[in-house]
């Protein structure tokens, strides 16, 4: 992986860990233990599985074993386990990533076991993984009645308090 690839990965990474906190410290509690359906994790477990991707994405590529993290059980915890993340993130250099592109990662997928070069385990698996438990955390905050939007989710957008491309309206949700 290139040293500049390997940058924008973890400027990625950094973004949305930082969007996670954000959206955290918009919800209240309840609505970061509600679920999109009865079988399904709550919506701070999949922050907290997100955050989670970010060291099994980066370690595995490195060749290297997947730094431990804290449980989280609480927002407090959750964001406790984010500042983690970002001290095991802000140790590595672009050097680190110099041999990662010969690297092959075995990995449990479910209860497959998948072996990809580096390259195909971020792009293609860690990575999606890490935006799929973001969007579940964010649709059920969403779903629960937090105001959120967009914006929220990337930090870039920005859109009227209660637009809606579904009515072409402010002012309602």
């Given at each position: 992986?290139?040293?500049?690839?390997?940058?924008?990965?973890?400027?990625?990474?950094?973004?949305?860990?930082?969007?996670?906190?954000?959206?955290?410290?918009?919800?209240?509690?309840?609505?970061?233990?509600?679920?999109?359906?009865?079988?399904?994790?709550?919506?701070?477990?999949?922050?907290?599985?997100?955050?989670?991707?970010?060291?099994?994405?980066?370690?595995?590529?490195?060749?290297?074993?997947?730094?431990?993290?804290?449980?989280?059980?609480?927002?407090?915890?959750?964001?406790?386990?984010?500042?983690?993340?970002?001290?095991?993130?802000?140790?590595?250099?672009p050097d680190d990533f110099d041999q990662s592109r010969d690297v092959e990662v075995t990995h449990i997928a479910g209860e497959a076991q998948v072996t990809q070069s580096a390259c195909d385990f971020i792009d293609l698996y860690a990575l999606p993984n890490f935006?799929?438990?973001?969007?579940?955390?964010?649709?059920?905050?969403?779903?629960?009645?937090?105001?959120?939007?967009?914006?929220?989710?990337?930090?870039?957008?920005?859109?009227?308090?209660?637009?809606?491309?579904?009515?072409?309206?402010?002012?309602?949700?």
């Amino acid at each position: 992986m290139s040293k500049s690839v390997s940058h924008k990965l973890l400027q990625v990474y950094r973004r949305y860990l930082g969007q996670i906190a954000h959206l955290v410290a918009l919800a209240p509690p309840a609505q970061l233990g509600a679920r999109l359906s009865e079988d399904s994790f709550t919506g701070l477990q999949h922050f907290s599985i997100a955050q989670g991707y970010v060291l099994r994405a980066v370690y595995p590529a490195l060749g290297r074993e997947v730094p431990e993290l804290p449980e989280c059980h609480d927002v407090a915890s959750l964001l406790a386990r984010g500042a983690e993340v970002e001290r095991h993130l802000e140790v590595l250099e672009p050097d680190d990533f110099d041999q990662s592109r010969d690297v092959e990662v075995t990995h449990i997928a479910g209860e497959a076991q998948v072996t990809q070069s580096a390259c195909d385990f971020i792009d293609l698996y860690a990575l999606p993984n890490f935006f799929f438990h973001l969007s579940m955390g964010y649709a059920i905050l969403r779903t629960n009645g937090v105001s959120i939007g967009k914006g929220d989710f990337d930090g870039f957008h920005s859109y009227p308090n209660g637009f809606s491309f579904v009515t072409n309206a402010a002012g309602t949700v």
